[in-house]
């Protein structure tokens, strides 16, 4: 006779394999959506006046999947300075530009300026808070 004990917990094992790899991680193959736009401020060389501000044409952004470290998809903005990112899956994205470092400006090093969101639902759009780099 077997075991009831072995085999309930024999079950409950494959069950909890079978359950966790449906589950998506963060990442391509959903439903959902981001937006956003990007900002420009064109300042001097050691921040000290404000030059011009203006919507990023042309400008990169990196979409980051959940705790990855590294970017998984990029976007050039329009003309508006506006992103888009389609078919997500749920969970929490790191979308950046790079940006002029107006704590160091003497740096020839551009630093993330990022903003996260998180897309809990399928068939949603979410709108991503501005992002402003400086030139």
């Not at 494959?14 to 981001?34: L, V, Y």
């Not at 749920?90 to 903003?115: E, F």
Request: aromatic share 12%; hydrophobic share 30%; net charge positive.
């Amino acid at each position: 006779m077997k075991n009831p004990l072995k085999t309930g917990l024999a079950l409950l094992a494959t069950a909890t394999i079978f359950f966790s790899s449906c589950q998506k991680e963060e990442g391509p193959g959903g439903s959902s959506t981001i937006v956003g736009r990007v900002w420009v401020e064109d300042w001097n060389s050691n921040f000290s006046k404000l030059n011009d501000s203006y919507w990023a044409q042309e400008e990169r952004v990196y979409l980051i999947y959940g705790s990855d470290t590294i970017y998984s998809k990029d976007f050039r903005t329009d003309d508006a300075g506006c992103y888009k990112f389609d078919y997500l899956t749920k969970g929490n994205y790191t979308i950046y530009a790079l940006s002029k470092d107006k704590d160091n400006p003497t740096s020839p090093m551009k630093v993330r300026s990022a903003v996260t969101v998180k897309i809990d639902k399928n068939k949603q759009t979410v709108k991503a808070p501005q992002i402003t780099i400086y030139d």
